[in-house]
């Protein structure tokens, strides 16, 4: 009977043994299951990051190939402005110096005019001194006048002495 009870206690070890082996097997497939899950989702995270990461990736590639198509015609464009810009500048500056050359034509023209108005005036003056002076030269009866016979007819054209006698008639009606 003692053998007997060796053996039970035995068994009862046993079996507690397999217990704690069963026991134990399940928190490590509890573990590796809670593990298994974890590195499941971290893998469709990953997965999904670097799906993300690929098509941000394309795209940028993508807008990268636009703005290259876009500096290639941007710089085309610069390129025939710049020519048109200096076609322009050559333009203005051939204008600038006609410019400059026509102020200092005007310049010259109005010194010139200047000059010719202030001559102009000053035999303007001079002639409308001696048109002053033969009018009233003329308007004074010359002596040779006093000489001349009332019948000729050049000397009443010339003196007037015609007008005179139709002035003494008229100062004595």
């Known amino acids: 009977m003692r ?3 060796v053996l ?8 507690l ?6 026991h134990s097997r399940k928190n490590m497939e509890l573990q590796l299951t809670k593990t298994a899950y974890f590195e499941n989702v971290k893998h469709r995270v990953t997965s999904d990051v670097l799906k ?11 807008r990268l190939e636009e703005i290259k198509t876009d500096v290639v015609d941007l710089t ?8 048109a810009a200096e076609g322009k500048e050559a333009e203005l500056k051939t204008c600038t110096d006609e410019l400059n050359e026509l102020k200092n034509d005007v310049g010259t023209l109005q010194t010139e005019k200047n ?9 303007k003056a001079s002639l409308t ?10 308007e ?12 000729s007819p050049d000397g009443i054209k010339l003196c007037g002495v015609g007008l005179v006698l139709q002035e003494k008639k008229a100062n004595s009606t």
């Open 3 to 5: 053998y007997l009870a």
């Open 8 to 15: 039970v206690v035995l068994m009862v070890a046993l079996n």
């Open 17 to 22: 043994g397999l217990l704690g082996v069963i």
């Open 52 to 62: 993300e990461y690929e098509s941000n990736i394309s795209e940028g590639t993508k």
């Open 76 to 83: 085309a464009k610069v390129k025939i402005t710049k020519e």
């Open 115 to 123: 000059k010719t108005d202030s001559e102009f005036q000053k035999q």
């Open 129 to 138: 001194e001696q048109i002053n002076s033969l009018k009233s030269e003329a």
């Open 140 to 151: 004074k009866r010359s002596k040779v006048c006093d000489y001349i016979t009332n019948d």
